[in-house]
Structure formats: C-alpha cells, structure tokens
C-alpha cells in the first residue's frame, strides 16, 4: 500500500474542519472517485462520530452501488466497485488483533481493494504501512457537525 495524500480533496488537507452531515458526505464521494486500489483508509472516532457515514460516503464515491451497512456484526462486508472491491470493516468487536487471522485479514490486504477500517486501532500495528488515517470528532458545541482531520 502507498502514500495517497495527494488524492485528499482539499477540504481537510491540514488541521481540523468542522463538516455537517452533507459536507462530510460530499468530501466522502470526492475521495471515493479519487482513491485508486490498493489503499487502505483507516476512520477513527469516537461512537456516532460519523465513520459508517464517511465510509457509505467513500463507498459511493468509488461506485459502489449496494447499501452500505453497519458491518459491526459481520465485522468484514465485500463489495464489489467498477473499479475494485471495495472492503467495509469495522473491527469495534474484536477483542484482540490477534483475531484478525479469523477475519481473513491478510487476504484482504492482499487483494488489490479498498479497504475502509472503522476502530483501526483495535488492529495495533497490523494496519498496512501506507494507510490513509482520517479522523472525526464530536464538534464541541454544535450537535450537527462534526471535526474533521485527514492526511
Ligand atoms: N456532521 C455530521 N457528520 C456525520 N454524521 C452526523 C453529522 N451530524 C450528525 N450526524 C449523525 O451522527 C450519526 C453518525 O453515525 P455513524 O454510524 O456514522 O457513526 P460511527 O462513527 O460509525 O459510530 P459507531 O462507532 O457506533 O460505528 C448519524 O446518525 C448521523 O446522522
Ligand atoms: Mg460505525
């Protein structure tokens, strides 16, 4: 996996931004149609920050067409994009990275896909070198936006 900054829409190129809903939707779509694969995009956050909301964002962007849920039961969902898979995980309920091995995970970052990663710290240091770290935050006093900070 490489360095992708320069496919970061300006939006959030440095410091913290704070995006509504739409905003933050919009900046996903801009990054999903630049992202080439392999690329691993690691979301962090605290719950209700908007991670799943980014990452249906990015998804959409890279034309991915199916509904995007929440995969915190299946922890791994597959899609397939024109362009490349497109992998959703989200690692909240794994206890140990340890239990990546049972997720597939070294196929996953093996294939030529996106790889969208919600509580990427739950994986310690088996995140691939190169992934691209986005990061949300509650806004501080405005229930309806949230800060953003990429690269
Ligand atoms: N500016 C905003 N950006 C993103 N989501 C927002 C914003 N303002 C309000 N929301 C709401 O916050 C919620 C974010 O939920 P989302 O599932 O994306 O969070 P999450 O970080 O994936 O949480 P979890 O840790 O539970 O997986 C949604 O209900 C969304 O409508
Ligand atoms: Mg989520």
Known sequence: MQ???????PLAASG???VTEPELR??????GRAVTAPLAIAISGEV???KTTLAQAI???AGV?????SPTFALVQR??????PVYHIDLYRLDSARDLVNLGWDDVLRDDALVLIEWPERADDHL????????????PSDPTKRLLLAG
């Not at 919009?26 to 990054?31: N, P």
């Not at 899609?79 to 490349?84: A, K, L, T």
């Not at 691939?128 to 806004?139: K, R, T, V, W």
């Open 3 to 9: 360095f992708h900054h320069h496919v970061i829409p």
């Open 16 to 18: 913290k931004v704070a």
């Open 65 to 69: 067409r199916d509904f995007v849920t």
């Open 128 to 139: 691939p070198a190169g992934a691209l770290h986005i990061e949300l935050e509650h806004h």
């Open 79 to 84: 899609y397939d994009g024109p362009r490349f």
């Open 26 to 31: 919009s900046w996903g779509e801009q990054l």
């Open 59 to 61: 998804c959409r962007g």
């Open 48 to 50: 209700g920050a908007g």
